[in-house]
């Protein structure tokens, strides 16, 4: 299990997380998702040790990355966006040469190295050198590195950026396999779409804060298709009528949504005016998962 906890950080002016919280709990995948430089890669750099926050803390599986950094670091596996590497050395003597701050003899890691590069799909590269490496064949090595101590935790940072259709199955379906295994993966990214099929839920993230969590469920029923009215009133009879017809939210004091409605609207319309009750306006509104993801932001700049 991974735990933000009120993480700040700050380069000079410049405010890049403002107060994070969020968990991912152990089987679930979770989208980490917002615009480049919105504060991501700094949030998962903070977690897995290799930046300190300014405030607040990580957990991994209850250990402190601030505290106890060594043995917390024993818990998660981290996939960088750009892995950076020796380039002059072949790929298994370097994973050999990595692994031996885990611990394993020459031996153990030479082993391990052909049984893990195999996995990810490197098996015939082992004497390749890194630097005739593809991007994507760099972060399957990433991969394979985070995957020594066999740990439960997974930070996956814009993995899926530079990709091939291939690469990017290959790390979707990887996320998923880890969920049915129990690990808590986050996974970044700053297209929703790219972690719609893999994720349970989604924390959206805008100028280092934490602008909205929601289920992909949740995402989804707000961006299916809908029906925004601009009523003369609002009350229980109204409320009633749109039910018949769908699922009715207030905006506000005026304006309702229906969701998922089951009618045309000019049946809908008839019944409400039948009704007594004045239209002034009515549109459809239909949002794509991109749609929906900047309303957020929107919102959250029209907030601030």
């Not at 504060?39 to 957990?59: C, E």
């Not at 930070?155 to 969920?179: S, T």
Request: a neutral charge; charged letters at 30%.
């Amino acid at each position: 299990m991974i735990v933000i906890d009120s993480v700040s950080k700050r380069f000079r002016k410049t405010v890049a997380l403002d107060n994070v919280s969020f968990e991912v709990r152990n089987s679930e995948v979770v989208g980490y998702v917002g615009l480049n430089g919105t504060g991501k890669t700094t949030t998962i750099r903070i977690a897995v040790g290799v930046l300190p926050p300014d405030k607040g803390d990580v957990y991994i599986d209850g250990y402190s990355v601030l505290r106890d950094k060594k043995r917390a670091s024993m818990f998660i596996g981290w996939v960088p966006e750009l892995p950076i590497y020796e380039m002059d050395f072949r790929a298994l003597d370097y994973f050999v040469y990595l692994a031996g701050y885990y611990g394993l003899s020459v031996g153990e890691a030479r082993e391990l190295g052909r049984k893990l590069l195999d996995e990810v799909g490197l098996g015939d590269a082992l004497n390749k050198k890194l630097a005739e490496f593809s991007q994507g064949m760099k972060k399957r090595f990433a991969l394979a590195v985070s995957m020594i101590n066999n740990p439960p935790n997974f930070l996956f940072d814009e993995v899926l950026n530079g990709l091939d259709p291939q690469g990017i199955a290959f790390f979707r379906e990887l996320a998923v396999k880890f969920r049915r295994e129990g690990r808590a993966v986050l996974f970044s990214s700053h297209i929703l779409s790219e972690v719609e099929g893999i994720c349970d839920r989604v924390v959206f993230i805008h100028r280092g804060r934490i602008i909205g969590v929601y289920t992909m469920d949740e995402i989804r029923y707000r961006a299916s298709p809908a029906i925004e009215i601009d009523l003369s009133k609002i009350d229980r009879d109204v409320f009633n009528i749109l039910s018949k017809y769908g699922e009715p939210e207030v905006l506000n004091n005026n304006k309702v949504i229906l969701r998922k409605p089951r009618s045309d609207t000019e049946v809908i319309l008839s019944e409400l005016v039948s009704r007594g009750i004045g239209v002034r306006e009515v549109k459809r509104v239909e949002k794509s998962l991109e749609e929906f993801f900047f309303s957020l932001v929107k919102e959250a700049e029209e907030g601030r």
